[in-house]
């Protein structure tokens, strides 16, 4: 019997919306009732967390994970209203932010703190509001970029979901037809980067994310802008074969060496020799471009390569095709 | 059947109406007119040889069901064939044998598709156990949980599926929607066969303490 059915019904509530329970706070206050219901409730609430972000724990499934404001955290940007930290690196810091402008959340990227020469700082605005033509399915959408309070900054859309890297913690590595996909989306996601004459620099699977809907997401393009190494074309090829070399052997590949075939003897021979081209230790035998990548794992997964389009149209032409031949069928 | 002008949509889909700065442009909201259409229906035309909504019907699940089973499959059970494989597979099956069950609405679809997923899945883990094991291969396989068992834990995982099954049908397909498969509350409704988020919301809040009840019943003191 329920002893407080407000108290379960009110957690359930929460749980439901996908907000973050107190559940030691309920414990304090409510001890001794319900304990039963409270703790299965508990249960089910990880397993949605599981099934949004391959995490459970995680405190808000429905949110990105922000820090607890910090005394040294700016709060208005520009005309963002800086609401929590969700990292900081080399490159810069992220918040999530709310765009009065825009009337939703954002993520926003700023400079790091410190003095620069001017032309850096005049240089990276020039190359964010750059980025923010760039429009691609597997691209993070950058909204705006400006300069203010002294930092060049941007804000993009805030993606919901892990990381790649968060995925081969929690699930293992990847199968070859699963890693292909990804590239494919990656390769998609570069050359419309490419396009525009700006190199990404920074291909990780800590850069790219699954969103909440299985939607493959490249991510930080300002990586590079904000202080790295200059990089090349070429070198955004050998990152993305250095992610599927990752994403199926969870190891980096160690230049110079092609030993992917020995760490995964079951890995089909046209899916290692591509991953292995991209590897290439000469620069002028990998592919060409991210769009002849793209065309060759297409051709490895029976997808239909965007070719330069702007909009990937049907990009599940596999699933489909295999399906609907089925249905003509009529058997099993 | 509920018209879209009683959902309440989320905050990305009026983003084109608010811009005001020349450097913020907004992305475009990812709606377009396959998501006025059910599953149902677009089941339905699937099967009379529609490959425009065979697609959108693929588009709608496979990147969920490919996550979730993902999940649920240990890495020493995946072998040659990759959770893509296997979710396309069970999906061409369900589509095919849906001519005699007849969905009411999404929901019961969800549910069926779910089922069928969760059986393949077990069905992978079965051959993946019983095959004879190759001195090459890297994944030996050491029987070890899937990442969502190792994450939940096994007996928790039973009670909850076991739970699951007990609830009536319409219980068991707000869970699914919302809870296994994560869809946003618009679609919940739509499944659910409610005629706003408010009520969709409700109908998820109840099942989840009829649930807590019924996994209760089955905790080893």
Sequence with gaps: ?332 | MMTAATLTLGPGTFMADHVSSPTATPGAPQANAANALTSVELLARARAGDDDALNDLCARYLPRLQRWAHGRLPPWARGALDTHDIVQDTLAQVVQRLGSFEPRHDGAFQAYLHQSLLNRVRDQIRWAQRRPTDALATDRPDEGPSPFEAAIGSEAVARYEAALLRLKAADREAIIARIELGLPYPDVARALGKPTVAAAHVAVSRALVKLAKEMALDRKP
């Excluded at chain 1, 400006?146 to 968060?166: F, Q, Y």
């Design chain 1, 1 to 332: 019997m329920t002893e407080n059915p407000d108290l379960v019904s009110t957690v359930a509530a929460s749980i439901s919306d996908g907000l973050a329970v107190e559940w030691e706070r309920i414990a304090e206050q409510f001890a001794g009732e319900d304990d039963d219901l409270l703790a299965e409730l508990k249960i089910v609430e990880q397993i949605a967390r599981f099934h949004q972000t391959g995490l459970p724990g995680a405190p808000d499934a429905s949110s990105i994970y922000v820090r607890p404001a910090h005394r040294s955290q700016p709060k208005i940007w520009a005309h963002l209203l800086i609401l929590g930290r969700i990292e900081s690196g080399p490159s810069g810091e992220l918040y999530l932010a709310h765009d009065t402008k825009l009337r939703c959340d954002v993520a926003l990227k700023l400079m790091p703190e410190g003095r620069y020469p001017a032309g850096d700082a005049a240089r990276a605005l020039k190359e964010a509001q750059h980025l923010t033509r760039i429009r691609h399915t597997n691209l993070v959408t950058v909204f705006g970029a400006a300069e203010a309070s002294g930092r060049v900054g941007l804000w993009m859309e805030p993606v919901r979901g892990i990381t790649l890297d968060e995925a081969l913690k929690q699930h293992g590595t990847f199968g070859p037809r699963d890693a292909a996909h990804i590239g494919l989306d990656v390769c998609r996601a570069v050359a419309a980067v490419h396009r525009e004459g700006i190199v990404h620099g920074d291909i990780t699977a800590r850069n790219v994310m699954r969103d909440e809907s299985g939607r493959t997401v490249l991510m930080d393009c300002a990586g590079r802008m904000f202080g790295g190494l200059p990089r090349t074309r070429s070198d955004d090829i050998y990152g993305i074969g250095a992610l599927l070399f990752h994403l199926v052997t969870n190891r980096y590949p160690v230049e110079g060496r092609t030993y992917l075939r020995a760490l995964r003897p079951d890995l089909p021979d046209d899916f290692a020799s591509i991953v292995e081209r991209a590897l290439d230790a000469d620069p002028r035998r990998r592919f060409p471009g991210a769009g002849a990548f793209e065309v060759s794992l297409a051709g490895l997964v029976g997808a239909v390569a965007e070719q330069g389009s702007r909009h990937p149209g049907r990009m599940l032409s596999t699933a489909v095709k295999r399906i609907a031949a089925r249905l003509r069928r009529g058997g099993p």
